[in-house]
């Protein structure tokens, strides 16, 4: 067998042109273009690689990205107060505040000041307990990538059996929620989970984000599973790679998606696609 590639380059192209329709549709409606605030605290290369391509996605779909960048002697009274400014701005509905803060700055300030209206990566303590409960929310954007791209590629989940392998607060766990949400029977492994390949054989969909290149390896995946690679780990000469050994699951799994070009293309757009859709997306 050889897997369909989930090819993030094309979703994200056909995502791209849904958000420029909604972003027209927000400006007729509001008379003005939906804006998003981006909170930098590091001043590292990454971040701003980062960073610069969060505001050029937000350029080509017509959201107004606005970068604010705190200074190097901020406290958490002054990131709180830049938070609160930004809550009060009628021109943003969505903010982003970049993980990780610097080591002196608390990312509790951030998840109980930022106005659960605009937390449009789900970090805060609301958006927590709203996906939990199952309400309408906020999701970690890399989350709402992967269901994306399932949803694009027209993988069913309802009913299914769901593997993911890691469990941090920003991908793996909530992720296992929406799956278990829209109906998988879900397994959470993780770096003390024994026998990791009798998990990962079982999955219907593996899903994988654990940060570790070459974990998953081609007799770890049932024939024909969708394998979700969420991984992004940077070699030694600067290339980036997944969790999954690419080349050997591509002849077992029945769809792949590749590191680059797979889940990360998409989860810029869909911190846009929140923002846009912010109003609908919160539930009190
Ligand atoms: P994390 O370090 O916070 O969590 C990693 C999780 O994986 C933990 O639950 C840990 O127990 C588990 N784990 C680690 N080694 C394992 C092993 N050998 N076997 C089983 N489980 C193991 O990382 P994170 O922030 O959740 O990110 C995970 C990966 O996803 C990283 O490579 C990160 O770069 C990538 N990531 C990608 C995107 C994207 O847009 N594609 C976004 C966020 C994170």
């Given at each position: 067998m050889t897997a369909t590639i989930l090819d993030g380059r094309a979703i994200g192209q056909a995502v791209r042109d849904d958000l420029a329709r909604l972003a027209a549709e927000y400006r007729a409606a509001n008379g003005r273009p939906a804006g998003l605030a981006i909170v930098r605290a590091g001043w590292?290369?990454?971040?701003a690689v980062y960073t610069n391509a969060l505001v050029r996605a937000a350029d080509g779909v017509g959201v107004v990205a606005t970068v604010v960048t705190l200074a190097a002697d901020v406290?958490?009274?002054?990131?709180?107060?830049?938070?609160?400014?930004?809550?009060?701005?009628?021109?943003?509905?969505?903010?982003?505040?970049?993980?990780?803060?610097?080591?002196?700055?608390?990312?509790?300030?951030?998840?109980?000041?930022?106005?659960?209206?605009?937390?449009?990566?789900g970090i805060s303590l609301r958006s927590a307990g709203n996906l939990f409960l199952r309400l309408p929310s906020f999701v970690p954007s890399t989350c709402a990538a992967v269901l994306e791209m399932l949803d694009r590629a027209g993988i069913a989940v309802a009913g299914r059996r769901?593997?993911?392998?890691?469990?941090?607060?920003?991908?793996?766990?909530?992720?296992?929620?929406?799956?278990?949400?829209?109906?998988?029977?879900?397994?959470?492994?993780?770096?003390?989970?024994?026998?990791?390949?009798?998990w990962t054989r079982q999955a219907d969909i593996l899903l994988v984000a654990a940060g570790k290149p070459g974990l998953i390896t081609a007799e770890m995946v049932k024939p024909g599973a969708t394998v979700i690679d969420v991984g992004i780990n940077v070699r030694p000469d600067n290339t980036l790679v997944g969790d999954v050994d690419f080349d050997g699951?591509?002849?077992v799994a029945g769809a792949l998606s590749p590191v680059p070009g797979g889940v990360g293309q998409l989860t810029n757009l869909m911190l846009l696609k929140q923002t846009l859709l912010a109003p609908s997306l919160w539930s009190e």
């Open positions: 590292d290369a990454a971040s406290d958490d009274t002054g990131l709180r107060g830049r938070i609160e400014a930004l809550n009060a701005d009628e021109m943003v509905q969505g903010i982003l505040v970049q993980l990780p803060l610097p080591p002196h700055l608390s990312q509790r300030v951030v998840a109980e000041t930022l106005d659960p209206r605009k937390d449009v990566d769901a593997v993911v392998v890691g469990a941090s607060n920003v991908v793996g766990k909530p992720l296992a929620f929406l799956l278990l949400h829209r109906d998988a029977t879900v397994t959470v492994c993780h770096i003390y989970t024994r026998d990791l390949a009798v699951v591509a002849a």
